[in-house]
């Protein structure tokens, strides 16, 4: 995010309490001194938050104390997840759920049941819902689902 401070001591530590407060973690920071429109200055930081809502708090705590957002970008944490399936099991049930299939590897052994190796890529904050969804339908199929622990 680029925020506008009035370019006076103590301002950058003013903007930072509301980060930190909301689980924060600055990343970089730059404060280009070149870069002063009148008495403001231009501080760009990059900085990871445990969730969007406490960055999305934060933005409004920022704005609460008369701190400028200039700009702003979500991205948002995604995690890649490997998982075995044993047996039959329905994709479509989870498509379309905020994730992304990366690969999928199926094998007909000679045993009767079918064999998966499934790869997705998870938003961090929905892994537990994920893995929750698959053994629900995993249940619903009598299949068995392997996940590394």
Same mark, same amino acid.
């Not at 049941?113 to 199929?141: D, I, R």
């Given at each position: 995010?680029?925020?506008?401070?009035?370019?006076?001591?103590?301002?950058?530590?003013?903007?930072?309490?509301?980060?930190?407060?909301?689980? @924060?973690?600055? %990343? #970089?920071? =730059?404060?280009?001194?070149?870069? !002063?429109?009148? /008495?403001?200055?231009? *501080?760009?930081? &990059?900085?990871?938050?445990?969730?969007?809502?406490?960055?999305?708090?934060?933005?409004?705590?920022?704005? @609460?104390?008369? %701190? #400028?957002? =200039?700009?702003?970008?979500?991205? !948002?944490?995604? /995690?890649?997840?490997? *998982?075995?399936? &044993?047996?039959?099991?329905?994709?479509?049930?989870?498509?379309?759920?905020?994730?992304?299939?990366?690969?999928?590897?199926?094998?007909?052994?000679?045993?009767?049941?079918?064999?998966?190796?499934?790869?997705?890529?998870?938003?961090?904050?929905?892994?537990?819902?994920?893995?929750?969804?698959?053994?629900?339908?995993?249940?619903?199929?009598?299949?068995?689902?392997?996940?590394?622990?």
């Amino acid at each position: 995010m680029t925020l506008s401070l009035p370019d006076r001591p103590g301002q950058l530590l003013k903007a930072l309490e509301p980060i930190a407060k909301n689980g @924060g973690n600055i %990343i #970089s920071i =730059v404060h280009d001194r070149n870069k !002063v429109s009148g /008495e403001y200055a231009l *501080v760009s930081l &990059i900085a990871d938050f445990p969730s969007k809502e406490s960055f999305r708090e934060t933005r409004r705590e920022l704005e @609460g104390i008369g %701190i #400028s957002v =200039v700009k702003s970008e979500e991205v !948002v944490a995604k /995690e890649d997840l490997t *998982v075995i399936v &044993i047996g039959r099991f329905n994709l479509d049930k989870i498509v379309g759920r905020g994730l992304r299939i990366i690969d999928v590897e199926l094998s007909n052994p000679s045993s009767e049941k079918p064999c998966m190796k499934l790869h997705v890529e998870v938003p961090k904050e929905a892994v537990k819902g994920f893995y929750n969804l698959l053994h629900e339908l995993a249940e619903k199929e009598k299949a068995l689902i392997i996940t590394p622990v």
